[in-house]
């Protein structure tokens, strides 16, 4: 199991958001619950491959 952070609000009706480590990559859905099921699938599409030239963030270290 794993633990990531990710970004929501709520504008009008809707719940939209993104995964902290892919924040180019938005979704959007009627409740936070449905939200987070669409960001379990968004993040299943970007590991597989399905999605061309996805950005990552990562951490630099500078002495």
Do not use: C
């Amino acid at each position: 199991m794993r633990t990531l952070e990710y970004t929501y609000w709520q504008d009008g009706e809707y719940f939209l958001g993104h995964l902290n480590e892919y924040p180019d990559y938005e979704t959007q859905a009627y409740s936070k619950e449905e939200l987070i099921e669409n960001l379990k699938d968004l993040l299943a599409d970007l590991e597989s491959d399905q999605v061309p030239f996805v950005r990552h963030v990562e951490e630099l270290v500078v002495a």
